[in-house]
């Protein structure tokens, strides 16, 4: 094991996914010369050379179908957003392309793609920059959606991801980036795609998450111990299609009670799949109604005391982890 | 003797545009072909063999014909939803392309992607999409994968007039002229986007679109197949030496509506206007004409073409009608080229094959 922050834990998957496999090439805005927006790309474009390192002009949709293009005859493309937010521009070479070329030509065509950046809010700034965009991705059968919130997770995912045969959304944070942890030094870590990670077990509760709000769970679940006993269990989905929906069953089996927590919006969330499922497969076990912690259901505002209240944060958390233990 | 007057010879050769005898006959076959199967697909429609929207290229058969046929085998072709004789042109058969119409698992894309979006990726035919422009910056990457792979290979995107306003469309040629990919952006310009006169919705014309990327431009009558040909000809030499991308104005007319359901005229287009164009610039009566006149083809001939247009166009006719619909377990197959064992990537809850699950 080696500790890396989750940027380079991305860097490394990257980097050994191009040296193993000639057809990966990564593309976007400032990944070569400027060594990525958020620096994923750091060092690149000096090992693999500006065939393999390619600047894209601002260019959403259209670099996003070069990338479909180029998958659509072979190639392995890492199609970097500066942000997710820039992606809703390239939604209809996503949705209408990416996602169904293997369908609708009887699985002639393939279409192995990655599409990465951060998603979802940083630090003040306001409404354009700060959407969660899982839900615009995982509505879509075809697509695959990734969201790793440790650099563990990171680097596996992405290793994974970049092999799948198929379009993967694979969702960052920004502010994740210079998080750090443990991660496996073996060139070939790869976390399958479908396997969720309980983060922290316990037996009162069920806190289901993904992606950077994982480690707000964490914190969560970490202070309803200290102050009170409880003890939650922390399950991150980590992918969200595919779902590893017997973990969170299993859980919810042994809990009883269950929170979802994401960083976007309520209406048709993520959470609303995931309460769903619960109600479908564990109706019986359940002993509360299940409850969602998740952004406001506004646009993010710029202000720094608004935007606190708008975001999902612990406290939140532990607030709807008590309303379903009933304290 | 003044050299301004050109011999009876010359004239005979530039009526062809320097396209062999043979090779003329062959286009007038395809053309044919592509006039009968569509007549044949439009009688299908019309009693409740073909459903959804169905586009015709009755009018256009000079723009599949003569911008395909200089192709190789290896080359890609990639275009719009009025693509059937396009398909048929880069190689897919006949029968297979009706019976995709048809929806039928022997069609070409087994029946799940109809008269949009045909595909055979051993023709290299990359589709048939159907929302506009979309399949311009497709055509750029898979030049890229062609250069990506130092491939002497080159791709041919064909695309409606009104794709030129898409943004997609403009995006894709900043990037190919940037980058030299080797791709031939065609846009068959009919005039109209659907009910649309291209005037309408842009202050200049369809040749001046890619000038401000420095994309060399042509400008083709796409109603002679033999100029249409012999352009194109040239143009893959270029693209294959080198000297690409390269944008096309391919001036073409549509004989029939929009798609099935909208009138061949009346609303957006006068009727005088559609008859003067059926009745001066239909490709196959052209080329037809040209053959005469240069003593290359008899009227004996020319039935026997026609003979064996009809036939083959009645065979794929007969063929899709006879053939399966899908498999109730290909409703869940291909959406992924993967299934990820350990996690569940369908969610509507439905019974379905063990391998989808």
Request: hydrophobic content about 40%; proline content about 4%; glycine content about 8%.
């Amino acid at each position: 094991m080696a500790e890396m922050t989750y940027r380079e834990a991305l860097n490394e998957a990257l980097r050994e996914e191009m040296e193993r496999d000639a057809d990966v090439f990564l593309m976007g805005e400032e990944v070569a010369e400027y060594d990525g927006a958020y620096k994923v790309s750091k060092g690149l474009l000096d090992e693999f050379g500006e065939r393999r390192v390619v600047d894209s002009p601002i260019s959403e949709l259209g670099f996003t179908g070069l990338g479909v293009g180029a998958a659509m005859t072979g190639l392995r493309p890492v199609i970097e957003f500066m942000t997710f937010n820039f992606s809703i521009l390239a939604l209809d070479q996503v949705i209408n392309s990416a996602a169904k070329m293997h369908y609708m030509s009887n699985g002639q065509i393939g279409c192995p793609i990655v599409f990465r950046g951060p998603t979802g809010a940083a630090l003040q700034l306001s409404a354009q920059h700060s959407q969660a965009c899982e839900t615009w991705y995982v509505h879509s059968p075809g697509l695959k959606v990734v969201t790793p919130g440790t650099p563990a997770d990171a680097k596996g995912l992405l290793k994974a991801s970049i092999r799948d045969d198929d379009p993967v959304a694979f969702m960052e944070g920004e502010l994740l980036y210079n998080l750090k942890g443990e991660v496996p030094e073996d060139d070939d870590f790869v976390i399958p795609l479908g396997v969720a990670d309980v983060k922290k077990e316990g037996d009162d509760v069920t806190i289901i998450t993904h992606g950077k709000m994982v480690n707000v769970a964490l914190q969560a679940a970490q202070k309803m111990e200290r102050d009170d006993g409880i003890m939650a269990e922390v399950v991150d989905l980590r992918t969200l299609r595919p779902l590893d929906v017997d973990t969170v069953i299993d859980s919810v089996r042994k809990t009883n009670r269950a929170v979802y927590l994401e960083e976007g919006w309520n209406y048709l969330g993520v959470g609303a799949q995931i309460v769903s499922l619960i109600q479908e497969e564990a109706f019986d076990w359940l002993d509360a109604p299940l409850l969602r912690v998740t952004q406001a259901d506004v646009p993010m505002p710029y202000a720094k005391n608004l935007e606190s209240l708008a975001k999902p944060n612990a406290s939140r958390v532990i607030e709807a982890c008590n309303r379903v233990m009933y304290r | 003797m003044t050299t301004d007057v050109a011999t009876e010879e010359d004239q005979v050769t530039d009526t062809m545009h320097g396209v062999k005898p043979d090779t003329a006959r062959q286009l007038l076959r395809d053309m044919l072909l592509y006039r009968r199967f569509e007549e044949k697909a439009e009688e299908a429609y019309a009693i409740g063999k073909i459903g959804g929207f169905c586009h015709l290229h009755i009018g256009q058969e000079g723009v599949a014909a003569g911008c395909i046929a200089p192709l190789r085998e290896s080359d890609y072709a990639i275009s719009a939803y009025r693509e059937h004789t396009q398909a048929i042109a880069k190689g897919i058969e006949p029968k297979r392309v009706m019976a995709e119409l048809f929806g039928r698992a022997a069609g070409c894309s087994g029946g799940k992607g109809g008269s949009m979006h045909l595909f055979d990726i051993e023709k290299r035919f990359m589709g048939g999409h159907g929302i506009v422009g979309g399949q311009a910056p497709l055509a750029s990457g898979i030049a890229f994968s062609i250069q990506y792979r130092k491939l002497d290979e080159l791709v041919v995107c064909f695309l409606g007039d009104a794709a030129v306003n898409q943004g997609a469309f403009h995006e894709a040629m900043n990037m190919s002229a940037v980058w030299d990919l080797p791709v031939i952006y065609v846009v068959e310009n009919n005039a109209y986007g659907m009910g649309t006169a291209f005037t309408r919705v842009s202050r200049n014309p369809i040749e001046e679109k890619a000038l401000s990327y420095a994309i060399p431009t042509t400008v083709v009558n796409g109603q002679d197949v033999l100029e249409t040909y012999a352009t194109f000809t040239d143009l893959a030499g270029k693209v294959r030496s080198g000297e690409a991308p390269h944008f096309v104005d391919v001036r073409t007319y549509r004989f029939k509506g929009h798609s099935m359901s909208d009138p061949v005229s009346g609303t957006y287009r006068s009727k005088d206007e559609v008859d003067s164009r059926v009745e001066n610039q239909d490709p196959i009566a052209l080329l037809r004409a040209t053959l005469f006149e240069a003593d290359e083809l008899d009227q004996e001939t020319l039935e026997d073409f026609d003979g064996q247009a009809k036939e083959t166009a009645q065979e794929a006719f007969d063929f899709a009608d006879a053939s399966d619909p899908p498999e109730a377990d290909a409703l869940y197959r291909d959406v992924y080229a993967e299934l990820n064992p350990n996690g569940r990537l369908f969610f509507d809850g439905l019974d379905r094959p063990d391998f989808a699950r």
